[in-house]
């Protein structure tokens, strides 16, 4: 199974995969954990490229590309070879992060990103999409009380302020609401062990009946 996990900046998304991967794994089921965009070698150039605050101005579209690139490299390399021996797959973002931050948050016309996205994955998609949704200021907050470190351009940029945010979470909540026999919403404002819970039952229809429990 290929599952995508989604939403706003600070919504937990990280932290919710490594703990869905641990409850997979103890169900006897082979995980493997990627992210966008990084998880190659190529892909790791690009993120600091792209999520690294300083460096050369450009577009919504230039970005969109740039994650098309390292996409493309993450689907080949890592997400198809472990699909091919029966492994799950959990992708911390994937292609609907594109259509939400550069397409309804940035104005790129969704229809080319979407055939975008299509050359760089050769059409694959993912199973089951959580969207671990919560408010654009709540998630910016969570962000901000962070390790400054770990803040990125999509946060300390001007180009992506308050607005920014709230047209990104409300692309995401369109785009699950267009295809619902996929996306699941998970509201991520809960304790984060209730969060877990409400991720695990997310996907646990998608599991043989004797590992569900």
Request: proline content about 5%.
């Amino acid at each position: 199974m290929f599952i995508t996990l989604e939403g706003p900046d600070g919504a937990g998304k990280s932290s919710q995969a490594q703990q869905l991967a641990q409850r997979l794994r103890g169900a006897g089921v082979e995980v493997v954990l990627a992210r966008e965009p990084g998880g190659t070698p190529l892909g790791e150039q690009i993120r600091h490229l792209l999520l690294g605050s300083s460096g050369p101005q450009r577009d919504a579209l230039t970005d969109a590309l740039l994650f098309n690139a390292a996409r493309h490299q993450l689907v080949t390399e890592v997400i198809v070879p472990a699909l091919d021996r029966d492994a799950w797959v959990i992708c911390d973002r994937y292609v609907d992060s594109t259509l939400a931050y550069q397409g309804y948050g940035g104005g790129v016309a969704l229809e080319a990103l979407r055939d975008l996205a299509a050359i760089a994955t050769r059409g694959l998609l993912p199973d089951r999409t959580l969207l671990f949704d919560l408010p654009a200021d709540a998630g910016l907050g969570r962000r901000a009380g962070g390790p400054s470190a770990d803040l990125t351009r999509f946060e300390l940029s001007q180009d992506h302020d308050l607005a920014f945010h709230r047209r990104v979470r409300d692309g995401f909540l369109q785009l699950a609401a267009e295809e619902p026999s996929r996306w699941r919403i998970v509201d991520a404002s809960a304790e984060p062990q209730q969060v877990t819970a409400a991720a695990w039952q997310a996907l646990v229809d998608l599991l043989p009946v004797t590992r569900a429990r």
